[in-house]
């Protein structure tokens, strides 16, 4: 009976994946190479994959407010992880900066979902993430579950972006048929309005947001171990960065995307990127280091003629944590525990906010200004 059980969670958490090594990976970094990582998105970029197999896509809009000191996010996901069966869930999250108690997380399964519009918008029974024709906007209506009533449109400002004319990560022993993949595309900038309504209450979310459509075709804890994301929201600025750390099967190799943006066009897309946890504190709850200061670096050169040198720094002391998530908290808690020890699989998601100054310096140009920090750090194994 632990063998079948330890067989079967190995084949979900990762344990059963070989050492493949670190020739078994082509990050996006490397097909880019020493030229323009910055290409607009092309309609076909628009679709959603939604791969046959193992599979985790999602499309995530980031909104911050005007109105209240609010942070948001809504998020489809898309997944199938091992079975014969696709699910989909939307999820709302309305922090509440200066009311934690009336923060606001729903989860909720989906049923009689379908793609519509070439693939381009997302239906499903009392939910609509529609892209308008002109792709230039989404208009997003949910009310499957009445803690959280969401109606607004997001309307792109920045050109929207990806890495490398493919934006693809890519696994496997020959890299012209890859057994999984990664990627993501980005609207760095875009206008909001609309509302969410959170346990009654009417939110105006009016304001500014950023979206990113990610997808991980393959088991996700094979393909990643460690996540870091940062979004630097200021008023004339954006700025987006997304990483990976692949497990030790594909030789620990780190992957950072990322982009700085204004409303008026990219300023760059970078690859050059780093993260450094500068201090940590132990969770004693979860025995993860958890971070308490943090530095990134975002590093490349212009979009438009990539020719002058880009970099923006922040070295942020992380402020009040907004979430400590749990990922395997769905689960039963005597399988949760088995899962830990055989595996040594412990998934969790550490979400902060915080004020920082930044240093942006594009070409002779140097600018200090401050901002708002959004980041999120996951330790899986």
Same mark, same amino acid.
């Given at each position: ?24 990976? &082509?990050? =996006? ?41 609010? +942070? ?7 997944? /199938? ?30 049923? #009689?979902?379908?793609? #519509?519009? /070439? ?26 579950? +009445? ?32 057994? !999984? ?35 991980? /075709? ?11 994301? !940062? ?7 954006? !700025? ?28 760059? !897309? ?19 280091? #958890?971070?308490?200061?943090? &530095? ?26 907004? &979430? ?6 769905? @689960? ?9 020890? @055989? ?12 004020? =920082? ?17 959004? /980041? #999120? ?5």
């Amino acid at each position: 009976m632990k063998a079948w059980l330890q067989s079967n969670i190995a084949y979900y958490t990762g344990t059963a994946e070989p050492i493949y090594g670190r020739e078994a990976i &082509e990050t =996006v970094e490397e097909v880019v190479g020493d030229s323009n990582p910055f290409h607009e998105l092309e309609p076909i970029d628009y679709q959603w994959d939604t791969p046959a197999s193992s599979h985790v896509e999602t499309e995530t809009f980031y909104i911050k407010p005007v109105t209240g000191n609010y +942070m948001c996010f809504v998020q489809i996901i898309h997944s /199938n992880l091992g079975s014969w069966t696709t699910t989909a869930q939307v999820v709302c999250r309305v922090f509440d900066l200066s009311n934690p108690e009336n923060d606001l997380w729903t989860s909720t399964n989906l049923s #009689e979902f379908t793609f #519509e519009d /070439n693939k381009q918008s997302f239906k499903a029974d009392k939910v609509s993430f529609q892209l308008q024709p002109d792709r230039r906007s989404y208009k997003v209506q949910c009310s499957v579950c +009445m803690d959280s009533i969401i109606d607004f449109t997001f309307e792109r400002l920045a050109p929207p972006f990806k890495i490398g004319e493919h934006a693809t990560t890519s696994y496997g022993t020959d890299h012209t048929k890859p057994w !999984a993949t990664m990627k993501h595309s980005f609207w760095p900038r875009a206008s909001v309005t609309g509302s969410i309504v959170a346990h009654g209450k009417v939110i105006d979310v009016t304001g500014s947001g950023m979206f990113v459509h990610a997808l991980q /075709n393959g088991k996700p804890q094979h393909l990643g171990c460690a996540w870091e994301f !940062a979004l630097l929201l200021h008023s004339k600025y954006t !700025a987006v960065m997304m990483q990976f750390k692949t497990p030790p099967s594909y030789g620990s190799a780190v992957v950072n995307v990322g982009g700085i943006a204004t409303d008026e066009g990219v300023v760059a !897309a970078t690859v050059k990127n780093s993260v450094v946890h500068k201090a940590t504190k132990l969770d004693p709850d979860t025995e993860w280091q #958890e971070p308490t200061r943090i &530095e990134y670096v975002w590093s490349g050169k212009d979009a438009e003629t990539f020719t002058k040198d880009v970099k923006l720094e922040v070295d942020a002391e992380l402020g009040r944590r907004l &979430e400590r998530i749990d990922v395997l908290s769905e @689960i039963p808690s005597w399988l949760r525990g088995f899962v830990h020890g @055989i595996s040594g699989t412990k998934p969790f998601i550490y979400q902060y906010n915080s004020p =920082v100054t930044f240093s942006l310096t594009i070409g002779d140009e140097v600018i200090h200004e401050d901002a708002v920090l959004f /980041n #999120e750090t996951t330790f899986i194994s």
